[in-house]
């Protein structure tokens, strides 16, 4: 894969590393191609793709749920296959299904998780964790009586039981209604201030683009972008002006036909499409061939592509 990395991020510490790993199923499908990827320490980053691309497949190997072909991944330093206890204490999963015991209670399914990890009991920090969730409340509740937002808190308060350094994210907010989803931004923020890393995969492209401090884009099993998410916005989103025209045009004029400009079907909005990188946007010259062609607008706006339409404009290529 091409080194699409900023220069910065090799001087900042990858608490995740993946070097040439590759999934290949025993019916010849391969999962994922040739994959490298450093992840900071501290940092949000938002894996998108489509539905198959690999996303939850690259997750699992790297929690130790499914095996790799190829490759290697390292948690926190260590091997996620050779050392894999280690690897696997420093990492919290929260995975897209919602999967707990429906009877038992909050409390204990928070803390019996803890103590999967070999970790000693530890009332406080199972306090904190289900306050910071706006859980504590239904500390004695049985999980089956939970609304579905709540269960999906559940499931992040297991996830952090045993204070992993790192946080997997799958489509945390799927099913998730918006209020509860800024809650759920607010907590993920909340937790990379106190120094856990968290990875995200989403659907919603306003969570990557509300949360993250980078993103990637998998495509087929393969890497085809990793970015700052500002760096992104910057050299893949294009800018439109928009013209309230006075009056209805009935076509775009000949002598403005190999311009950049789309017409409503209404005659009356111009949208003219232009490069926010470039030096020169060729406004000031299409105002100015707009009058020579009696062509008047009554207002105009300008807008930047959204993350969303980049990422369309990625996966489709």
């Given at each position: ?7 910065e991020s090799?001087t900042v ?9 590759t999934k290949t ?6 999962a ?19 539905n198959?691309?690999g996303?939850t ?9 499914v ?11 260590h091997?996620v ?35 999967l ?8 920090l199972?306090?904190?964790i ?8 239904k500390k004695?509740?049985?999980i089956r ?18 204070e ?10 799927a ?14 923020r ?6 856990v890393?968290?990875i ?21 099993g393969?890497?085809i972008?990793v970015e700052e998410?500002t ?9 439109q ?12 004029p ?17 949208v003219?499409?232009f490069?926010a ?17 009696g062509v ?6 300008s807008?930047q ?13």
């Open positions: 894969m091409p080194d699409h990395f900023c220069p090799k510490q990858a608490i995740i590393s993946i070097k040439n790993l199923y025993a019916t010849g499908f391969h994922l191609k040739n994959v490298n990827l450093d992840i900071r320490r501290g940092e949000i980053f938002a894996l998108l793709g489509p198959g691309a996303k497949t690259l997750i699992n190997i790297i929690c130790g749920v095996n790799l072909s190829e490759g290697t991944v390292s948690a926190d330093g091997d296959v050779g050392d894999y206890r280690a690897a696997r204490s420093r990492i919290g999963l929260v995975p897209q299904e919602l999967s707990t015991d429906a009877f038992e209670s909050v409390w204990a399914t928070v803390s019996f998780s803890r103590g990890f070999g970790k000693p009991a530890n009332p406080a199972i306090e904190k289900l306050k910071d969730l706006s859980l504590w409340d004695d509740a049985k009586t939970l609304s579905g937002g709540m269960k999906r808190r559940v499931m992040i308060a297991k996830a952090l039981s045993h992993p350094q790192i946080l997997f994210l799958d489509e945390p907010t099913g998730v209604d918006v209020e509860l989803r800024r809650d759920m931004w607010n907590m993920v909340g937790l990379r201030e106190s120094g890393t968290i995200l995969t989403t659907h919603y492209i306003e969570e990557a683009e509300e949360m993250a401090d980078r993103i990637g884009v998998i495509r087929k393969e890497i972008l998410k760096v992104l916005m910057e050299k893949l989103g294009k800018k002006l928009t013209l309230y025209l006075q009056h209805p045009l009935a076509s775009i000949a002598g403005l036909a190999n311009e950049p400009l789309e017409l409503s079907e209404d005659g009356n909005v111009l003219y499409t490069d990188q470039s030096q020169e946007t060729g406004i000031a010259d299409l105002l100015r061939r707009l009058s020579e062609h008047d607008f009554k207002d105009l706006q807008s592509s959204s993350l969303e339409e980049i990422f369309v404009s990625l996966v489709e290529a």
